[in-house]
C-alpha cells in the first residue's frame, strides 16, 4: 500500500530545501507533498498560522506521514497531538516549551541577531550568522546558492520560537516519532536533540559531519534511505 508524506520546512527555507529527500521517497514508492508555509510577505506568517496551514494541507491529504525540519520539525510534532499521523519525524527539531538548549557561543550570537526582531518586530534573516551556525557543512558557493533561495522570517514567530513558548503534550503524541540530530549543529545542537528524544520517549538517530540544514548536506543521501527504513521496519509503507 502506498503512503502519503507530508514534509514541512523549517525557517528560511521553502519546499526547495526537500528536493533530494522527495526523489529517494518518491522512488521508494511514496507519494510526496512539499509545502512551502505563507512568510512574513503575507498575512499568515505566525506560527498558529502556519499550524493551521499545515494541518489543512495534511487534511487534504487524509492521513499522511510527518515529516519536518527545524521548525518545521517541532509543527510536525505539534500537528501530532491532534492529527495522529501514521509516523512523525522531526529533524533537529526546534525547541519545545521547557526544553531550553544549553547556552553555547552560537547560541548566543543567535539570540543577539534575534533581538531586533523580538524588541522592534523586524523580520529575521541573519545571513552572515546563518553561513556560521546552519549551513557551516557547506562551502562558500553553496552557502551563497542556498542564501539565494532562503526568505526572512517573521518577527512573531521570532518572539515564540527563540524562547520556546510552542508546547507539544506527551500524552496525546500516540504515533511512532523519530527525531534526528546533527553532529555539527550549531543551532538546534546534539545536547538539544538528544533530550527530545529522551522527552518524548522517541527513537533517535544523529549524523556526524552534518549541520542544521543536513538535508543539504552530503549526508542527505544516507538520511533519506535510513528514514525510509525507519517507516518500513515501522511496517507503515509499501510499495504501490
Known sequence: MQKDVLFIHGWWAGSWVW??????????GF?????????????????????????????SIGDPILVGHSAGGLMAMKMSETARPPACIAITPAAPAGMLPRAS???????????????????????????????NSLDNAKQDGVLGKMRPVSASQVRMLVPSLISVNRQRMLSPLLIVGA??????????????????????????????????????????????????????????
Open 183 to 240: 553532529s555539527e549543529d550549531r543551532l538546534t545542537p546534539v545536547t538539544q536533540t538528544r533530550a527530545i528524544a529522551r522527552r518524548y520517549g522517541a527513537e533517535y538517530r544523529e549524523y556526524p559531519n552534518a549541520a542544521h540544514y543536513i538535508l543539504l548536506d552530503a549526508v542527505c543521501p544516507d538520511l533519506a534511505s535510513d528514514l525510509i527504513a525507519w517507516l518500513n521496519q515501522k511496517t507503515l509503507v509499501g510499495k504501490a
Open 105 to 135: 557561543a552560537g547560541l548566543v550570537r543567535f539570540l543577539v541577531a534575534a533581538l531586533p526582531s523580538i524588541v522592534f518586530g523586524r523580520d529575521f534573516f541573519p545571513r552572515a550568522l546563518l553561513r556560521k551556525i546552519a549551513l
Open 31 to 59: 507519494r510526496t507533498h512539499a509545502l512551502t508555509l505563507p512568510g512574513p510577505e503575507s498575512d499568515r506568517s505566525t506560527f498558529s498560522d502556519n499550524l493551521d496551514y499545515a494541518t489543512g494541507v495534511a487534511r
Open 19 to 28: 528536493s533530494e529527500v522527495v526523489e529517494r521517497f518518491e522512488a521508494a
